[in-house]
Each structure stands twice: as structure tokens, then as C-alpha cells.
């Protein structure tokens, strides 16, 4: 089983739409999560830290599952400009490096 | 303030030429990352500095691959002898300090095509 694994999509929505993806981690000493968002040809950028309790960012809701070891990403009333891959990366405490996930395709069309 | 950058932006080179490939961090971020992402794939470590530490090499996928950083600032990452599988786009990461909790921030990378 991968450390990181995310389905690659592509994950096709019209505009408004509400879409989730989730990032599943083998490790369960992980202890950081986050999300980056990477167009086409760029680098990836933070899009948002996931916290135990969850959070939200405007249309984007991160949340935690340490049960079932997962960690996952809502947006809302989905933008085209939201068109990217969304990348998951995960750290444990004893580790300075991050995992990332291959990341998800997101196409948003009008 | 100034993101992370990277220099050259593209660089193409004959199979087995030399490539210096250089990262300056963001100002006052203790940790470095490289990275490697080959066309439609994932991220892959290659190396991590954390300030004067050994750095951790763990990721380089051969001995023609090299990385210096002096202190807290510029890294440079070198390729000897480079070989057509080494086409990619490698990215260069800063992070505030080499604690799992710290978020990374990506310089634009510096897009490599070996001919």
C-alpha cells in the first residue's frame, strides 16, 4: 500500500457544483496534513493546513478522519478558475519530509 | 515579501553535460527541499537541508546527482553526466523550520530537458 494515495480523477464538474476528494495515508503516526493546489505547468501552492478539528477557508473545507485514516478536501460552489490538481501531503512527527499524494485532477466547465 | 526562486527557469543540455540547477530560499526559512516531478507524476524527494545539520539524501536516485547549501541561503543542485530520464521539472521548497507542522513553499521550479 502507498504511504500517500489520491485518485488521480480527472474529476469533471460543472460550475456551482459542490466536489470532495479525499487522501488516504498508510501511516498512522502521521501527524500534518495539508493540501496544495498545482495548475498546469506551475508549482504547487498551499491551499490550506488541515486541522484536527477541521477547517474552512471560504468555499474550502478541509477535514481530518484519524479513524479511518484519511484526510479530506470540500470546495463549494465550484469557480472554472478552480481547474487544477489538488495535491495532498502528509508528515509525521518524526519526519521532516513530507509525503505527497500524485495528486487529483479537478476540471471545472461551464 | 520575496518567494522562493529558482534560476535557470528551462534548460535544455546534451545528454551527458553538467547542470547546476540554483534555489534561493525565502529569507529567514531554515529548511530546504528538492524535488523532482517528471511529466504527469507526483512529487519525489530528492534532498532536504536543515540549516548546519547533515543533510538528509535519501531521495537522490544516483551519484551523478549533488546538492550544496551554504548556511541558511542559496542551494545549488547538481546533475553530472545528465541522461535523457532525467527530464523534468525540479522544485525547489523552503519551509520556516524542518518540523513536520511547517508548510513548504515551492519556487516555479526550473524545467530540465536533457536532448
Known amino acids: 500500500r502507498k504511504e500517500v494515495e489520491q485518485d488521480p480523477g480527472p474529476f469533471n464538474v460543472p460550475e456551482g457544483a459542490t466536489v470532495a476528494f479525499n487522501c488516504t495515508y498508510s501511516?498512522?503516526?502521521?501527524?500534518?496534513f495539508f493540501w496544495y493546489r498545482q495548475d498546469c505547468r506551475k508549482e504547487p501552492k498551499l491551499l490550506m493546513s488541515?486541522?484536527?478539528s477541521g477547517n474552512e477557508d471560504g468555499r474550502f473545507t478541509a477535514q481530518l478522519n484519524r479513524a479511518s485514516q484519511y484526510i479530506s478536501l470540500l470546495i463549494r460552489d465550484s469557480k472554472l478558475s478552480d481547474s487544477a490538481t489538488y495535491l495532498c501531503?502528509?508528515?509525521?512527527?518524526?519526519?521532516?519530509?513530507?509525503?505527497f499524494g500524485r495528486g487529483t485532477s479537478l476540471i471545472v466547465h461551464p | 515579501g520575496a518567494g522562493v526562486s529558482q534560476s535557470p527557469s528551462n534548460k535544455v543540455t546534451e545528454k551527458g553535460k553538467d547542470v547546476e540547477l540554483r534555489c534561493d530560499p525565502i529569507?529567514?526559512?531554515?529548511?530546504l527541499y528538492w524535488y523532482r516531478q517528471r511529466l504527469g507524476q507526483g512529487l519525489e524527494f530528492l534532498i532536504y537541508?536543515?540549516?548546519?545539520?547533515?543533510?538528509?539524501k535519501s531521495g537522490l536516485p544516483s551519484d551523478r546527482f549533488s546538492a550544496e547549501r551554504t548556511g541558511e541561503s542559496v542551494s545549488t543542485l547538481t546533475i553530472q553526466r545528465t541522461q535523457q530520464e532525467d527530464s523534468a521539472v525540479y522544485l525547489c521548497?523552503?519551509?520556516?523550520?524542518?518540523?513536520?507542522?511547517?508548510?513548504?513553499?515551492f519556487g516555479p521550479g526550473t524545467r530540465l530537458t536533457v536532448t
Open positions: 521548497a523552503s519551509s520556516l523550520e524542518a518540523a513536520s507542522s511547517y508548510e513548504q513553499y
Open positions: 501511516n498512522s503516526a502521521s501527524q500534518s
Open positions: 488541515v486541522y484536527s
Open positions: 501531503a502528509v508528515s509525521s512527527g518524526g519526519s521532516y519530509i513530507p509525503t
Open positions: 529569507s529567514g526559512h531554515t529548511a
Open positions: 537541508f536543515q540549516g548546519n545539520s547533515a543533510p538528509d
